[in-house]
């Protein structure tokens, strides 16, 4: 049984997000990212506490970096402040990844007025085609309906822990640091934003795991002009709902508030970042 309720989850997702952002005449902050960013920071907290229009444009990695830009980089105005809390899959995968794949292709059904931003296109296809499967169980079709979509676009109610982060696959980290297509998108949205005056934040995602290649991250946030600890947002096991990069309620609140002390006290982030 192939169900593909999560890939259009994923757009209509993206479609909310996007008319957020079209709908804010006012300077605002975006966070920007994967589901790390949708699960783990409460935007209707950081609103609230810094009294500026706050939205949680994070959707999935799996979509690749300019597959979100292509949606999200056009609401962006002068004076907007933009958080780039980046998964650090996101640096490695290409700009354009499986799950853009999947909306162009299954949802859209336009794949041939977009086949050329993809390549390995049979390996997409695959992995599209695996993950709609697995995706169709009771389990993970109960699991879309629990979490609440604010109108700041961030998840909340998840007060549980679904999985055990023992059992939860380990986040791949390349050995070697290499120089890759995403990273170079990256570095040139951030230099667009500046010529706009808009200014961007890169930092570390929201995430759990037992290992970290520490000498890996420092190289790739170097080549950002970047001294980030990637500690920052680290998830204690207890905080993890059911995968490496989501949070749960305990977790989201503790992390949101680290942020919003380091947006709130801009001369406190070498501290925050001496973990």
């Known amino acids: ?39 783990g ?77 993809y390549r390995q296109k049979w390996k997409l296809l695959l992995i599209s085609l695996k993950h709609a499967r697995s995706s169709a169980t009771p389990e993970k079709l109960a699991r879309r309906k629990v979490a609440t979509l ?39 949205f951030m230099t667009r934003c500046q010529a706009n005056q808009i200014r961007v934040t890169l930092l570390p995602p929201v995430f759990y795991a037992r290992e970290v290649n520490t000498a890996y991250l420092e190289k790739l946030y ?4 970047e001294t980030i600890s990637p500690e920052l947002f680290r998830l204690e096991a207890s905080e993890v709902y059911d995968s490496v990069y989501h949070a749960n309620q305990a977790g989201q609140m503790r992390v949101t508030n680290r942020l919003i002390e380091q947006l709130e006290e801009p001369q406190n982030r070498k501290e925050l970042n001496q973990i």
């Not at 996007?18 to 966070?31: D, G, P, R, Y």
């Not at 170097?222 to 002009?225: D, K, P």
């Open 150 to 188: 604010t109108e700041t676009g961030c998840y909340l109610g998840l007060d549980t822990q679904l999985r055990d982060p023992a059992t939860l696959k380990a986040i791949p980290f390349p050995e070697t640091f290499q120089e890759t297509d995403t990273m170079k998108e990256i570095a040139a």
């Open 222 to 225: 170097a080549y950002f002009g």
């Open 1 to 39: 049984m192939f169900n593909f309720d999560s890939i259009r989850n994923m757009e209509d997702l993206l479609a909310k997000k996007t008319a957020m952002l079209a709908s804010c005449n006012e300077e605002k902050i975006v966070l920007l990212g994967g589901s790390s960013v949708l699960y």
């Open 41 to 117: 920071f409460n935007t209707d907290e950081i609103q609230r506490r810094l009294g500026k229009p706050t939205f949680n444009a994070g959707v999935n990695v799996g979509l690749g970096f300019r597959y979100l830009l292509d949606h999200v980089e056009p609401h962006l105005k002068p004076g907007d402040q933009v958080l780039l809390p980046l998964e650090f899959n996101q640096y490695t995968n290409p700009i354009y990844y499986v799950f853009g794949f999947g909306i162009d292709t299954f949802v859209h059904r336009e794949y041939w007025k977009n086949r050329r931003k």
